[in-house]
């Protein structure tokens, strides 16, 4: 099972910017398809961005297509969310999670490892 640490949450005025990392401590994430996840209050989980392993495909929900951008760095085993332009709505707790596969997928069912998540907030 790989481990996965997320970092780089906090608070942040709307329109600023921030960068999520997710440090997996397996030596196979190389073969990881990885995905952000993020669960507001109230609301239930959902998909905000993906990445496959063998050629950084990305995939992006249309809620953040524009702001976001994931990327990884597999000798470091590291998946990074880059966030900008954030706004209120993005406020949530961020998860990255992860699977060996050669898809990408919006459905959280699908990956098998998770994160504990990491706090964003955006005020106004």
């Known amino acids: 099972q790989v481990q996965l640490v997320e970092s780089g949450g906090g608070l942040v005025q709307a329109g600023g910017s921030l960068r999520l990392s997710c440090a997996a401590s397996?030596?196979?994430?190389?073969?990881?398809?990885m995905g952000w996840f993020r669960q507001a209050p109230g609301k239930e989980r959902e998909f905000v961005a993906g990445?496959?392993?063998?050629?950084?495909?990305?995939l992006y929900a249309d809620s953040v297509k524009g702001r976001f951008t994931i990327s990884r760095d597999n000798a470091k085993t590291t998946v990074y969310l880059q966030m900008n332009s954030l706004t209120p709505e993005d406020t949530a707790v961020y998860y990255c999670?992860?699977?060996?596969?050669?898809?990408?997928?919006?459905?959280?069912?699908?990956?098998?490892?998770w994160g504990q998540g990491t706090q964003v907030t955006v005020s106004s």
């Open positions: 999670a992860g699977r060996p596969s050669t898809g990408i997928y919006y459905n959280a069912n699908f990956y098998e490892d």
């Open positions: 397996e030596r196979l994430f190389s073969s990881y398809t």
């Open positions: 990445i496959r392993w063998y050629d950084s495909s990305t």
